[in-house]
């Protein structure tokens, strides 16, 4: 069964800092892109941070470069995002997405990432 289950998310002081996690189960991670993407309340979802599969090249938001790092773990099934100097304007769930193909797309459920004093 395909799934990708995001972790780490929370409440946290603008400044600080989270990194969250994706496992993936039920399909060949490696040969996945994958992505981070993020919901703010009432707003439309957006791209945070992709790393694909074949050199690892990472594309970030304008929003979030040099404060993100997206990184993933192939042996482990598992991606990655250290969030630095976290934002309120960064409040938001974020979901982890892995894609192959137009028919190969999974999306996680989601974890909260709040940011405020």
């Known amino acids: 069964q395909v799934q990708l289950a995001e972790s780490g998310g929370g409440l946290v002081q603008p400044g600080g800092s989270l990194r969250l996690s994706c496992a993936a189960f039920?399909?060949?991670?490696?040969?996945?892109?994958i992505g981070w993407y993020r919901q703010a309340a009432g707003k439309e979802r957006e791209l945070v941070a992709t790393?694909?599969?074949?050199?690892?090249?990472?594309v970030y938001a304008d929003s979030v470069k040099g404060r993100f790092t997206i990184s993933r773990d192939n042996a482990k099934n598992a991606v990655y995002l250290q969030m630095n100097s976290l934002k309120p304007e960064d409040t938001a769930v974020y979901y982890c997405?892995?894609?192959?193909?137009?028919?190969?797309?999974?999306w996680g459920q989601g974890t909260q990432v709040t940011v405020s004093s």
């Open positions: 039920g399909f060949t991670f490696s040969s996945y892109a």
């Open positions: 790393i694909n599969n074949i050199d690892r090249s990472t």
């Open positions: 997405r892995a894609r192959q193909s137009l028919t190969r797309d999974y």
